[in-house]
């Protein structure tokens, strides 16, 4: 028993103290900012921000390997991938826009499309009229068949769990960009394990196992984990996300800011035409 003692008092110290981003003990964040001209040639403050050494959005393979691609088994012809469960709350089967709106809550510009939700010219994101917090989501997508652009400009859009945490969309079949954006990165945090996309047109399916990050006066307490796969495959083993997913330019991304305990799910309008469908979700126990 008298051995407890110091323990028991090193744990009320510990959970008696302020927690911070830096007081995890990792990864080890640097950051720092520069004086650059940008494209208009005004000289602007940059940020920039390494996580273990390694800069957000590091393009250098020798830094940053790309993730192996793996090819996933075909999707089923002519139906959904993974249809709902009994206990699932559907968000969207492709009849109707009904649980959905713009992010100020005005009706959304996405339209309905051969049964999928798309966004159209400057539609902005989409979000869920209702809110969630810890979940499992499925999530079908298709990146545009008609391929334009490259890196992060070719089928970009983002699942955001809570509003907030990005898992990127992106067409990365024969496409390469920073692993940490490419398609179901957690944007700016974390690769995937692996490269599984299909071919720009074939849908694809997110399975999300996500427990949302706790919060106490203000400051993170617990961060978010994030389980992925990726049509069919692993590419996030609960991963712990060691901050916020914001983009804060080329080389560097948010921190946590503290928020309630639901948040609605969020499509990002990134300017190309992603298709999603069969949206549906359970939730979790903390
Ligand atoms: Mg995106």
Redesign the pocket.
Same mark, same amino acid.
């Given at each position: 028993m008298r051995k407890l003692a110091p323990v028991l008092a090193l744990a009320f110290i510990l959970t008696g103290a302020n927690c911070t981003a830096s007081d995890f003990d990792s990864p080890v964040v640097k950051r720092w900012t520069k004086m650059e001209k940008n494209d208009k040639g005004e000289m602007k403050e940059v940020k920039y921000m390494t996580i273990d050494g390694i800069m957000v959005h590091e393009e250098d393979p020798t830094i940053q390997p790309q993730p192996p691609i793996v090819t996933p088994g075909p999707a089923p012809e002519g139906d959904v991938i993974t249809a709902a469960p009994s206990d699932a709350i559907v968000l969207f089967d492709g009849t109707n826009l009904d649980q959905w709106t713009a992010t100020d809550g005005t009706p959304t510009k996405w339209i309905l499309k051969d049964g999928a939700m798309q966004p159209t010219s400057d539609s902005g994101y989409i979000q869920s009229k209702a809110e969630f917090g810890s979940c499992q989501l499925h999530v079908e997508f298709a990146t545009p068949a008609n391929v334009e652009g490259d890196g992060q400009g070719r089928g970009?859009?983002?699942v955001f769990l809570m509003g907030e945490y990005?898992v $990127?969309?992106?067409d990365n079949y024969n496409n390469t960009t920073y692993p940490d954006g490419q398609c179901a990165a957690l944007?700016g945090r974390m690769p995937p394990m692996v490269n599984a996309c299909r071919k720009p047109g074939e849908w694809q399916s997110y399975d999300i196992i996500f427990h949302r990050p706790h919060f106490k006066d203000g400051r993170v307490t617990k961060r978010a984990t994030f389980t992925v796969f990726h049509n069919g495959i692993l590419v996030h083993d609960k991963v712990e996300l060691t901050g916020g997913t914001g983009w804060e330019g080329g080389n560097s991304i948010s921190e946590y800011v503290a928020h309630g305990d639901k948040g609605p799910l969020k499509f $990002?309008d990134?300017g190309n035409p992603v298709s999603f469908r069969n949206v549906w979700i359970r939730e979790l126990e903390d």
């Open positions: 970009n859009s983002g990005e $990127q969309v992106l944007y $990002q990134h």
